[in-house]
C-alpha cells in the first residue's frame, strides 16, 4: 500500500452482492487455508507483526486524526499489537492448544479397543468486527485475527466506521503479508458498513462459522441473536459491558483509604474512561474509613481534567447515560472535575449512593462508558454480600482487602469469583496483560461465552472444535498426531503429557 497518498475516509457500506462474493472466496480459501502446517500459519502471524512494525508514522497520524487518542497511547497500543501477533504466531507453533490426544489400540481387550487420536480444527471463515476504542489491538489486526488465523480460519474484517482510514490501511499490510507469504489473498478481507444491515447480511451468511466482537451490550447482543437464529447457529465471541466492581474491605480500607482513592482517580480517568475494564462501581460499608476514601477520591477527581473522547457519538452517550444515572432519585453527586470540557470532552465524575438504592434500582447497574464512577454505601457486610450476588456477570471484579479481611468475608469472596472472568486483589482492573494466563471475559452478560478468553494465545481455541480419528493409518493422520510428532508439539499419549515419538 502506497503510505504517501492519503486514504479517501468516505467508505461505502457493502452491498449484500459485495459481501456474498467476499465470502464465498473465503470459503474457498479455507479449504486450502486449513491444510497449511501450524508453522505457515505462525509464519504469516510474523509477517504481519513485522510490516505493522515498520509501518510509516502516517499509520499512527492517521489512528490520531481518527480518534482523538494521543500518539504515545497509540504507538504503545501498535507495539501490544505486534507483541500480540508475534505471541500468538509463537502459541500456534508449539501446539498446546490443538489440545492433541492419542489413546493408541488395545486389541488384546475385550472387547478391543481402537486407535483413537483427537486434536482441534478450524472452523471456517471468521468474521470481526473492529472495536471503537481500540483501533489497533481489537481492530483490523487484532487480537480476534491473531487468533483466527493461528486456528486455521480465513477472517473477514468489517472496519469500524469511527476509524476507518486507519483500519484500511492495516488491512493493507495484511494483504501484503498474504503476498508475501504466497498465500490465497481471500484468506483475509476488509469490508466496510456502519449500518446493522452489513453486520446481519455477514453473521448471517451461510459460509461464516464464527464471530468476534469487542464493543457495547446492545451491538453484541444483536449479533448473538442473529447468529442463533440462523438455520445452522454459529458461535459469537462478543466482550461486551463490564461495571468491573471494586470491594473495599474494611480492614484494608483503615489502612490505605487515601492511597486507596489515589489509584483509583487514575483508573477511572485512564484514557477518559473508555477501557473495558474501567472500574465504574465501588463498595464498601458505611463509617468514618469508607467516607475518608470518597472525600478523597472526590478530592482527586476534582483536579483531573476533562479529555476528548474517541468520537461524537461516544461523547453523546457518555453524557446521556452520565445524566440518566445521576438523575436517580437515590444518586447523589459527590465530585466532578472543576476544568470546564471542550465539546465532546468527557467530564470525570464520581456519585455515590446507598446499597438499598442499588438493590432495588437496575438503572445503578448499567455501564456508564466513560471516565465515571459510583460508590456504593452499604449498611453492613451482610448487604455487601447481597451486592455481590444481585451483580451480573463482568470482566472483572477487585478486591481491596488484607489477607484477614478474606479469612472473615469468606462468603463474599466466593460470591465475587462466580460473577467474573479475572479475580483482582488490591489493585486496579485497567491493564490487561497479553499472557496465557490471562482471562479476558466473563459470565454473561459482559461476554457471550465466559468460558473463553479474547486476550491470550487460549483465545486460539475459539475458532476451533475438536474432531477424533479413530483407526487411521499413520499415513494418513494429519502431522500433529503422527507417530512420529514431525512437529515436535506436546500431546497427551495414553494419559501421559510428552513430546515423545510412539
Not at 19 to 26: F, L, R, T, Y
Not at 208 to 224: E, N, Q, R
Not at 387 to 413: C, F, P, R, Y
Not at 437 to 465: C, E, L, N, Y
Amino acid at each position: 500500500m502506497a503510505f504517501t497518498q492519503k486514504v479517501i475516509s468516505m467508505y461505502k457500506d457493502a452491498t449484500v452482492a459485495e459481501i456474498n462474493e467476499v465470502m464465498e472466496k473465503a470459503w474457498k480459501a479455507f479449504h486450502l487455508y486449513r491444510k497449511l502446517s501450524i508453522r505457515q500459519r505462525a509464519a504469516l502471524m510474523r509477517a504481519i507483526a513485522t510490516g505493522l512494525d515498520q509501518s510509516p508514522d502516517a499509520l499512527i497520524q492517521t489512528a490520531m486524526q481518527e480518534t482523538n487518542l494521543p500518539e504515545a497511547r497509540l504507538r504503545n497500543e501498535k507495539a501490544r499489537t505486534v507483541f500480540q501477533l508475534n505471541s500468538y504466531a509463537d502459541a500456534c507453533e508449539r501446539g498446546e492448544w490443538l489440545e492433541a490426544r492419542i489413546d493408541t489400540a488395545n486389541p488384546d481387550r475385550n472387547p478391543p479397543k481402537p486407535d483413537i487420536r483427537k486434536m482441534l480444527v478450524p472452523l471456517g471463515p471468521v468474521v470481526v468486527f473492529g472495536a471503537s476504542n481500540f483501533p489497533f489491538a481489537y481492530s483490523t489486526a487484532g487480537g480476534d485475527t491473531a487468533c483466527a488465523l493461528a486456528a486455521g480460519c480465513p477472517v473477514i474484517v468489517k472496519a469500524h466506521p469511527a476509524h476507518p482510514d486507519t483500519s484500511e490501511i492495516v488491512a493493507g499490510i495484511i494483504h501484503e503479508a498474504v503476498k508475501q507469504q504466497q498465500l490465497p489473498e481471500a484468506i483475509f478481507a476488509h469490508v466496510h458498513g456502519a449500518s446493522f444491515e452489513v453486520g446481519k447480511a455477514l453473521v448471517t451468511h451461510p459460509y461464516t462459522k464464527a464471530v468476534g466482537f469487542t464493543g457495547s451490550y446492545l451491538g453484541g447482543k444483536a449479533l448473538f441473536d442473529w447468529a442463533n437464529q440462523r438455520k445452522e447457529p454459529i458461535p459469537v465471541f462478543a466482550e461486551m459491558g463490564s461495571i468491573n466492581p471494586v470491594w473495599l474491605l474494611p480492614g484494608k480500607l483503615q489502612q490505605s483509604a487515601t492511597d486507596i482513592a489515589k489509584m483509583y482517580a487514575g483508573s477511572i480517568t485512564l484514557g477518559v474512561g473508555q477501557f473495558c475494564t474501567n472500574p465504574g462501581l465501588i463498595i464498601g460499608v458505611e463509617g468514618e474509613p469508607l467516607q475518608q476514601f470518597i472525600t478523597a477520591l472526590g478530592n482527586e477527581i476534582r483536579q483531573i481534567a476533562p479529555g476528548t473522547m474517541l468520537h461524537p457519538g461516544i461523547a453523546k452517550a457518555y453524557e446521556e447515560k452520565k445524566s440518566t444515572a445521576l438523575g436517580q432519585q437515590e444518586v447523589s453527586t459527590v465530585a466532578k472535575s472543576a476544568t470546564a470540557p471542550a465539546a465532546n470532552q468527557g467530564v470525570p465524575v464520581i456519585a455515590s449512593a446507598t446499597g438499598k438504592a442499588f438493590l432495588n434500582n437496575p438503572v445503578l447497574h448499567q455501564e456508564v462508558f466513560g471516565p465515571y464512577s459510583l460508590v456504593i454505601r452499604c449498611a453492613d457486610a451482610a448487604e455487601m454480600l447481597q451486592v455481590a450476588e444481585k451483580i451480573e456477570g463482568q470482566l472483572t471484579a477487585t478486591l481491596m482487602a488484607t489477607e484477614q479481611d478474606m479469612l472473615d468475608n469468606d462468603d463474599l469472596v466466593e460470591a465475587v469469583k462466580n460473577i467474573c472472568g479475572r479475580f483482582i486483589l488490591n489493585s486496579v482492573p485497567t491493564g490487561v496483560e497479553v499472557c496465557l494466563a490471562m482471562q479476558h471475559g466473563g459470565p454473561f452478560p459482559a461476554s457471550t461465552d465466559g468460558r473463553f478468553t479474547s486476550v491470550g494465545a487460549d483465545g486460539i481455541k475459539r475458532f476451533a472444535r475438536p474432531v477424533s480419528f479413530q483407526g487411521w493409518p499413520d499415513s494418513l493422520l494429519p502431522a500433529e498426531l503422527k507417530n512420529g510428532n514431525p512437529l515436535g508439539i506436546w500431546r497427551t499419549v495414553n494419559n501421559e503429557v510428552t513430546k515423545n515419538t510412539l
